[in-house]
Structure formats: structure tokens, C-alpha cells
């Protein structure tokens, strides 16, 4: 089977990353499906943001899920807590969403099993990722054999591949991929403090 007559599940936040992660699917001759994630974040521009680069990508569906991360509070992104102005330490900050891309990629990996894609794309880094412990090579791999282990379709011999494209990307690297596949960065939202 040919990537052109294969779906792939994107995870599309609406940030400039999961945007260039879509459009490389898309290269590629994925039909693509996008599963947005509203996890009660502090701003919602960037829900605004994934819809239009769903439209933008002619995704064949596009599903936004509500999730109130909210509820469990722990990170600026979604409790009352500043958004820090300053450079990146050597500390987890304080924009980590306790588990989120685990969070995420579980559901995303529902919907690939229910749609039977066995393609997910992520937009993760590991070279500009903040410090956080679900942005690395490890987690993404680890959780590639969990997918094998915890479905049906893995259960069966037709396992799942997250796709981190951006895996190894230099920010202005991602910038550049962007132009080059001609989606533009102002369909994108990735400041964590839009005040």
C-alpha cells in the first residue's frame, strides 16, 4: 500500500509545528485527518489557528475534542499562573501540561484505530522543546511499542508509526520547511501568552 492511498491521523494544535508536521504528511500523499485537542487551554486563538490550517490542508475531517486539562491545573497554559518573559532554563518550566502529549497521542491514537490508519504525526522537537520530558526521541518511541501493545490492530500484527518529522528540527529549520511547502506561518498561533 502506497502512502497516497493511506490516512494519516494529524495532531494539529494550530501552532507553527503541527502545521509543518500536516503539510509534510500531506507531501507525502497522506489523506489527512486532524484531531484538534481543546484542553481548556488559557487562550483559544490557537483553536481559531488549527481550523484554519485544516482548511488551508483540505483535511477530509477534522475533529476538535474538548478536554478540560483545566481541571487538573499545574501549568501556566492552564491555570492562573504567569507565563514566564524570560529565556529557557534548565528546569521543566512552568508551560508543561502535566502529561499532555501523552494525553494526546493516546487520543489520537483511538481515532487512527477507529478511522484504521496506522499513521500518526506529531509536530514534536527535541532540539528546541523547552525541557519538556514528552517533546524526546525516548517518549516518542516508547510510546510507537505502547500503540503495538495496547490495540487491537497492534494485537493483530498491523502496527501504528508516530511520525515526528520535526524530531531534529532547528526552529528556523521548521521556519524554512514552511516556506518551502508554501504554507504561511500567519495561518499559525505558537505564542503561549497572546495578551
Given at each position: 500500500?502506497?502512502?497516497?492511498?493511506?490516512?494519516?491521523?494529524i495532531l494539529l494544535?494550530?501552532?507553527?509545528?503541527?502545521?509543518?508536521?500536516?503539510?509534510?504528511?500531506?507531501?507525502?500523499?497522506?489523506?489527512?485527518?486532524?484531531?484538534?485537542?481543546?484542553?481548556?487551554?488559557?487562550?483559544?486563538?490557537?483553536?481559531?489557528?488549527?481550523?484554519?490550517?485544516?482548511?488551508?490542508?483540505?483535511?477530509?475531517?477534522?475533529?476538535?475534542?474538548?478536554?478540560?486539562?483545566?481541571?487538573?491545573?499545574?501549568?501556566?497554559?492552564?491555570?492562573?499562573?504567569?507565563?514566564?518573559?524570560?529565556?529557557?532554563?534548565?528546569?521543566?518550566?512552568?508551560?508543561?501540561?502535566?502529561?499532555?502529549?501523552?494525553?494526546?497521542?493516546?487520543?489520537?491514537?483511538?481515532?487512527?484505530?477507529?478511522?484504521?490508519?496506522?499513521?500518526?504525526?506529531?509536530?514534536?522537537?527535541?532540539?528546541?522543546?523547552?525541557?519538556?520530558?514528552?517533546?524526546?526521541?525516548?517518549?516518542?518511541?516508547?510510546?510507537?511499542?505502547?500503540?503495538?501493545?495496547?490495540?487491537?490492530?497492534?494485537?493483530?500484527?498491523?502496527?501504528?508509526?508516530?511520525?515526528?518529522?520535526?524530531?531534529?528540527?532547528?526552529?528556523?529549520?521548521?521556519?524554512?520547511?514552511?516556506?518551502?511547502?508554501?504554507?504561511?506561518?500567519?495561518?499559525?498561533?505558537?505564542?503561549?501568552?497572546?495578551a
Amino acid at each position: 500500500m502506497t502512502s497516497e492511498s493511506k490516512t494519516a491521523i494529524i495532531l494539529l494544535s494550530g501552532g507553527l509545528d503541527s502545521m509543518v508536521s500536516a503539510a509534510l504528511a500531506a507531501e507525502q500523499g497522506y489523506r489527512l485527518i486532524a484531531l484538534t485537542i481543546d484542553y481548556n487551554q488559557r487562550h483559544k486563538i490557537e483553536l481559531q489557528s488549527a481550523q484554519q490550517i485544516g482548511s488551508n490542508l483540505a483535511v477530509t475531517e477534522h475533529i476538535t475534542l474538548p478536554l478540560d486539562l483545566g481541571r487538573f491545573g499545574g501549568s501556566a497554559l492552564t491555570a492562573n499562573i504567569d507565563v514566564p518573559k524570560t529565556g529557557v532554563t534548565d528546569d521543566i518550566p512552568v508551560t508543561y501540561v502535566p502529561a499532555r502529549n501523552l494525553i494526546f497521542l493516546s487520543l489520537t491514537l483511538g481515532l487512527a484505530e477507529a478511522r484504521d490508519a496506522r499513521d500518526i504525526f506529531i509536530g514534536v522537537n527535541a532540539l528546541d522543546y523547552s525541557g519538556y520530558p514528552d517533546c524526546r526521541p525516548e517518549f516518542i518511541e516508547g510510546f510507537e511499542r505502547l500503540a503495538d501493545l495496547a490495540t487491537k490492530a497492534g494485537d493483530q500484527g498491523s502496527g501504528f508509526q508516530i511520525h515526528a518529522p520535526l524530531q531534529h528540527m532547528t526552529k528556523a529549520d521548521i521556519a524554512k520547511e514552511a516556506l518551502r511547502l508554501n504554507v504561511d506561518p500567519a495561518w499559525s498561533w505558537s505564542c503561549y501568552d497572546p495578551a
